[in-house]
Nanobody, 115 residues
Framework: QVQLVESGGGLVQAGGSLRLSCAAS????????MGWYRQAPGKQRELVAI???????NYGDTVKGRFTISRDNAKNAVYLQMNSLKPEDTAVYYC?????????WGQGTQVTVSS
């Protein structure tokens, strides 16, 4: 059973930084895509950033230039460095894994940016 465990959310002032971490437990295929999505109250879940096991990345338009995704394949872990945070970044951030086993989601971690 593959599970995703997230950490690193919290409360930060606008302009500040946070780093989210997500680690996948269990056995997963070496070829996979890990990433982050977020959902604000009353809004649909949206892409933040994804990264393939080969290192290819894709970012949502609203976070380009401010957020950086990275991963450690040996640890089956993915990270999201969030800089220059804005109040509109406030949301629950979810880690997602796409592999041969299918799609798995983490439980979510709250990020709140105060103005």
């Amino acid at each position: 059973q593959v599970q995703l465990v997230e950490s690193g959310g919290g409360l930060v002032q606008a302009g500040g930084s946070l780093r989210l971490s997500c680690a996948a437990s269990g056995t997963i295929s070496s070829a996979n895509v890990m990433g982050w999505y977020r959902q604000a109250p009353g809004k649909q879940r949206e892409l933040v950033a994804i990264i393939s096991s080969g290192g290819g990345t894709n970012y949502g338009d609203t976070v380009k230039g401010r957020f950086t995704i990275s991963r450690d394949n040996a640890k089956n872990a993915v990270y999201l460095q969030m800089n220059s945070l804005k109040p509109e970044d406030t949301a629950v951030y979810y880690c997602r894994l796409l592999a041969t086993i299918g799609t798995r989601w983490g439980q979510g971690t709250q990020v709140t940016v105060s103005s």
